[in-house]
């Protein structure tokens, strides 16, 4: 007599909401994901790092940063000096005025962020990631994204006002760290899903529902790693250097700029990354990425060593949500 077939499994409890998903195991996962996609990648983002990041930290790491430019401003301060030897303190004077050079370095990183989105999203579903294809997408999501910073770009002109400095860089900042739970995620949107202007920001506010600290934290470590690298190396054009010494007294502002330009393109690379896996995660918890995973799989082959000549085997994918 035939035993009675086992009985089946209890059926397992849904996965909790977006809503009560603890943050930190979104945060854990989207930096993980990070860590082995640029991994996996490393000289792909090597260059594209080396085409696009390291001109954009050199040229932030010698632009004078509002904190300097207060403290020589003020009465006890000491007189500016340049990169030049101590016989010859005359400040060098900046190529292009600072507006001018600020919008520079803001369309280099929009530019880098495009590369470095389409890269990352491309890495997460697995596809050929190439150099010249992201370099190529970059016209088209840097006028995308342009579009979309429009909203936020009063506060990058609050510094430019006749204002004291630190009043205008404590305002500025202040309305990022209001915005960034709800509008972080909006640069991925516009390069992932080809969106510009107001709907990337809605899309970010309605991913970011149930996350708001998981964006804000992830804010908040690379804008203090930057901030601290900016800090600590920062102002390498006014640094000092005693000409007679030759290259020995030349040779510490040298390794100043050439660590703090490394550091500072590593860490904004890395927040790039992490900033497209965080709204890869989003989407995967509110359902999003269903239809699309199913669409990238659903068509792929199975081809063994013995089976030449027969037929192709469709592996179809089958996806549950509660």
Not at 33 to 44: F, G, I
Not at 78 to 85: D, N, Q
Not at 130 to 137: D, F, I, T, V
Request: hydrophobic share 55%.
């Amino acid at each position: 007599m035939d035993s009675p077939p086992p009985p089946l499994p209890a059926p397992r409890s849904p996965d909790p909401s977006p809503s009560t998903l603890p943050w930190p195991d979104l945060l854990a996962g989207a930096a993980s994901a990070t860590r082995r996609l640029v991994a996996a990648h490393s000289r792909h983002f090597l260059a594209l790092s080396s085409l696009l990041l390291l001109p954009l930290a050199l040229l932030l790491l010698s632009l004078p940063s509002p904190l300097l430019l207060a403290a020589s401003s003020s009465p006890h301060a000491a007189p500016s000096v340049s990169l030049r030897s101590l016989l010859d303190p005359r400040p060098i004077p900046l190529p292009a005025p600072l507006p001018l050079l600020a919008l520079a370095a803001a369309l280099l990183y929009l530019a880098a962020f495009a590369a470095a989105a389409a890269s990352a999203h491309a890495g997460f579903f697995g596809r050929p990631v190439r150099l010249l294809a992201s370099l190529l997408s970059v016209p088209a999501s840097l006028l995308r994204l342009l579009l979309t910073a429009l909203p936020a770009s009063p506060l990058l002109l609050l510094p430019l006002l006749p204002l004291p400095a630190q009043l205008g860089t404590g305002l500025a900042v202040l309305g990022v760290l209001l915005l960034a739970p709800f509008w972080s995620l909006a640069g991925a949107a516009a390069v992932v899903e080809s969106t510009a202007g107001l709907s990337p920001l809605r899309r970010s506010c309605r991913l970011l529902s149930g996350a708001p600290l998981a964006a804000l934290s992830a804010f908040l470590v690379f804008a203090a790693g930057i901030g601290v690298t900016l800090w600590g190396f920062g102002g390498v054009a006014a640094e000092t250097y005693d000409a007679a010494a030759g290259w020995a007294g030349m040779a510490p502002v040298v390794v100043k700029a050439v660590v703090g330009t490394a550091l500072l393109a590593v860490m904004m690379l890395y927040g790039m990354v992490a900033n497209v896996m965080l709204y890869m995660h989003c989407r995967a918890l509110h359902g999003d990425l269903a239809g699309e995973i199913y669409n990238e799989f659903a068509d792929m082959y199975v081809f063994l060593p013995f089976d030449e000549g027969k037929d192709r085997h469709v592996i179809s994918v089958v996806t549950i949500w509660p």
